[in-house]
């Protein structure tokens, strides 16, 4: 029961912040462009309803000789379909910019989906305590998110999340380690090692776990959270000595809905970059395929390229069948410009060539 009324209140809340956002208006604009825009005035979502119900009578009232106004919710300088229902709400909160993250978009559908088999049951169904605790943390990020608060270490839209200085270590044998900067002070120079400090929200002891860690690239996006290059490569002592005197400070950064920029050439599909690295590439590297794509993860990125050779993933916009939102494909330039339309102003950057060796590199990259 809790887990059934919470999916229930998930709509219940939209609708709240509907109501909100609107300020006491919502304008209808037809697509075609046969009828100038209508405003309603609404107070309550019984008004949003009886509103949407007018537009509707308004598109059967013309004559058949003329072609039939289709109504559209005004959100900013976007037009939407919008009937007031779920579905309707989650396409308004996403194009009003109050819920965020691709990964995400797949997870409120399936929500909706169970929201509806609550509204309109064909039988009898049980869950766990684990599952409906669950819920419940969904349902408390959805309404902090509406409201403008991401939720710190939340599953659906979190917080921004805090990066530290990371010293990363590896020699030609294929031996690979990471450890907070200040273990640098508790060792002695190791034969054959090679020493690089980043700024990444990974390393020993931190909730949150990257899987490819390991296949850092200063010049590509291949760890899942966003990490910057400061230094290396070069000894331990070399890397304490830089360390004591530049004394770099940890940040935070938001690693959802970033935008990447990802090349093909001659067949090969090449891992994402940041649009700030690939402004700055030589002629020679800018040939081929670009495409500009918004994600959370990098990895989510390549799946999505990778897969639009087959049917089924969008070219443009949202992709229903990955957590990618498509901008642009084409060439370097017009990718650059795409990526610029989504985050501002680019500014060129290059990075040094370094990388693990390739043993380490990202394994989706071929």
């Known amino acids: 029961m809790v887990d059934d009324r919470a999916l229930l209140v998930m709509e219940q809340a939209l609708r709240e912040r509907f109501v909100q956002w609107c300020a006491g208006a919502v304008t209808f604009e037809d697509a075609n462009g046969c009828e100038p825009p209508v405003t309603e005035d609404v107070r309550t979502y019984d008004d949003v309803f009886a509103a949407v119900k007018k537009m509707g009578r308004r598109s059967r009232?013309?004559?058949r000789q003329q072609p039939s106004p289709q109504w559209r919710l005004k959100v900013g300088i976007t037009l939407i379909d919008f009937n007031g229902m779920l579905a309707g709400l989650r396409?308004?909160?996403?194009?009003a910019g109050l819920l965020r993250g691709q990964r995400t978009r797949g997870i409120e559908h399936a929500m909706s989906k169970l929201r509806d088999a609550v509204a309109d049951p064909t039988g009898y169904h049980r869950t766990t305590p684990v599952e409906t605790a669950r819920t419940l943390h969904d349902l408390a990020e959805?309404?902090?998110?509406l409201w403008g608060h991401p939720t710190p270490g939340g599953r659906l839209y979190p917080a921004p999340v805090e990066r530290g200085i990371v010293v990363m270590a590896w020699n030609d044998e294929g031996s690979v380690h990471m450890a907070q900067a200040?273990?640098?002070r508790d060792d002695t120079d190791a034969d054959g090692y090679h020493y690089i400090l980043i700024r990444s929200?990974?390393?020993p002891g931190s909730r949150y776990e990257d899987a490819y860690w390991a296949a850092f690239d200063a010049r590509f996006e291949t760890t899942q959270f966003p990490t910057d290059y400061l230094w290396g490569p070069r000894s331990r002592s070399d890397a304490l000595a830089w360390l004591d005197a530049e004394q770099p400070k940890g940040d935070t950064v938001d690693y959802v809905d970033r935008v990447f920029m990802l090349r093909e050439h001659d067949g090969q599909v090449y891992p994402p970059m940041h649009p700030e690295v690939a402004a700055d590439l030589t002629e020679e590297h800018q040939r081929g395929t670009w495409r500009t794509v918004r994600a959370d993860f990098p990895e989510h990125v390549f799946a999505h390229v990778r897969g639009l050779s087959s049917p089924g993933h969008a070219r443009t916009g949202d992709c229903r069948n990955c957590a990618a939102h498509h901008l642009e494909s084409g060439s370097?330039?017009?990718?650059?410009?795409?990526?610029?339309?989504?985050?501002g102003v680019v500014t060129p950057r290059r990075p040094p060539a370094v990388r693990i060796?390739?043993?380490?590199?990202?394994?989706?990259?071929?």
Request: avoid cysteine.
């Open 91 to 95: 396409t308004w909160a996403r194009a």
């Open 357 to 366: 060796p390739d043993s380490f590199l990202w394994p989706h990259r071929f």
């Open 201 to 203: 929200a990974s390393g």
């Open 142 to 145: 959805l309404i902090n998110q």
């Open 332 to 343: 370097h330039e017009q990718a650059l410009r795409a990526a610029e339309d989504a985050i």
């Open 182 to 184: 200040d273990a640098l």
């Open 61 to 63: 009232r013309r004559p």
